[in-house]
């Protein structure tokens, strides 16, 4: 990786955490004024579908999707994972509050991702867990909790 594709990567991915409370008050103020979360979380779905569909014809990749052994089948299950964080945050977030279901997502994000990357899970890059990473992750976890915490 270089640092051109560094700087490019770090600024989606700010984008996508950016898209993340949105899609959570978006989804979950679609869902409270059709009465209806899970109907909520379907739309949302079908228009990701068509989208990634759109993206895939675009790009040529769509002949690429397949079912087969060579793959373990865990790689197939990241759509488990979409669907109930869609379907929770649509859910909680009304009742719960965009920041404080965020919260907990993010904390819930730094504790999946350090481990996935200390023990190099699902084929990740390693990046071992230590005394100055658990420090870093105790304090974005302690500002997230302060930036979240009402007067």
């Known amino acids: 990786m270089t640092s051109g594709n560094a700087t490019g990567f770090a ?58 052994a060579d793959i373990p089948f865990q790689f197939y299950f990241g759509g488990l994972f979409v669907a109930f964080y869609v379907i929770a945050v649509t859910f909680i977030a009304p009742r719960f509050g965009v920041g404080n279901a965020i919260f907990f997502v993010l904390v819930g994000q730094l504790i999946s991702a350090a481990t996935i990357d200390h023990f190099g899970l699902f084929g990740a890059m390693r990046s071992a867990i230590d005394v100055k990473r658990v420090a870093g992750i105790a304090l974005m976890v302690a500002g997230v909790y302060l930036a979240r915490r009402t007067a």
Do not use: D, E, K
Not at 26 to 55: C, E, H, K, W, Y
């Open 11 to 68: 600024i989606i991915m700010l984008l996508t955490g950016i898209g993340i409370p949105i899609l959570a008050a978006l989804n979950g103020g679609l869902g409270v004024r059709l009465g209806a979360p899970m109907a909520a979380s379907m739309i949302l779905f079908g228009l990701a579908f068509l989208i990634a569909t759109a993206g895939a014809l675009a790009t040529g990749s769509i002949g690429q999707i397949r079912f087969t």
